[in-house]
T-cell receptor, first 112, second 114 residues
Framework: QQQVKQSPQSLIVQKGGISIINCAYE??????FPWYQQFPGKGPALLIA?????SEKKEGRFTISFNKSAKQFSLHIMDSQPGDSATYFC???????????FGKGTKLSVIP | KAGVTQTPRYLIKTRGQQVTLSCSPI?????VSWYQQTPGQGLQFLFE???????NKGNFPGRFSGRQFSNSRSEMNVSTLELGDSALYLC?????????????FGAGTRLSVL
């Protein structure tokens, strides 16, 4: 049972464009939704995270939009740069849990 | 502050062998969790340890086991290796491992089973 579904699997965006990655979850007990960025040969690193009491969170060029009723959240990367080329994972966890449940990842390529 | 250190970075084993992977968390972090990363399944939770106690275990066979030492360092062991165990094994540390806490990942150990 895949509890967090992520799309698209891969994404190609031109430099300066907007990258959008979507995730949907099933477990309404989830209350923490982080996004991780992973470069080849490295472990995932936290990019930005949101809790369901807010609908949007912005940090620099990265924004999470959260729709609690639809059980969906998305990552928007504004003014995408070649250095943003990486694999992005959405994840979710709930209070009292000691694990993150990850989406399957989106490989983003930003072309000049 | 040093990050999460995983050793070795690469391992090649043959079917039927066993392997032990090591993880040293960030100083002061008491929670260590392990994930298996494969192209097909993404990141899947293996188990989590806090103060030498396993608090949660993912849906993996008993061939996968782990432990944590008093200094918070952790090891995971896979016995009777199968081809499907080939993966990147990631370790993450955090202060206490609770749901909304930031995890810091190591670079992983890439295991190849031949």
């Amino acid at each position: 049972q895949q509890q967090v579904k992520q799309s698209p699997q891969s994404l190609i965006v031109q430099k300066g464009g907007i990258s959008i990655i979507n995730c949907a979850y099933e477990n309404t007990a989830f209350d923490y939704f982080p996004w991780y960025q992973q470069f080849p040969g490295k472990g995932p690193a936290l990019l930005i995270a949101i809790r369901p009491d807010v609908s949007e969170k912005k940090e620099g060029r990265f924004t999470i939009s959260f729709n609690k009723s639809a059980k969906q959240f998305s990552l928007h990367i504004m003014d995408s740069q070649p250095g943003d080329s990486a694999t992005y994972f959405c994840a979710a966890s709930r209070a009292g849990s000691y694990q993150l449940t990850f989406g399957k990842g989106t490989k983003l390529s930003v072309i000049p | 502050k040093a990050g999460v250190t995983q050793t070795p970075r690469y391992l090649i084993k043959t079917r039927g062998q066993q392997v032990t992977l090591s993880c040293s968390p960030i100083s002061g972090h008491r929670s260590v969790s392990w994930y298996q990363q494969t192209p097909g399944q993404g990141l899947q939770f293996l188990f989590e340890y806090f103060s030498e106690t396993q608090r949660n275990k993912g849906n993996f066979p008993g061939r996968f086991s782990g432990r944590q030492f008093s200094n918070s360092r952790s090891e995971m062991n896979v016995s009777t290796l199968e081809l499907g165990d080939s993966a990147l094994y990631l370790c993450a540390s955090s202060l206490d491992g609770t749901g909304g806490e930031r995890r810091y990942f190591g670079a992983g150990t890439r295991l190849s089973v031949l």
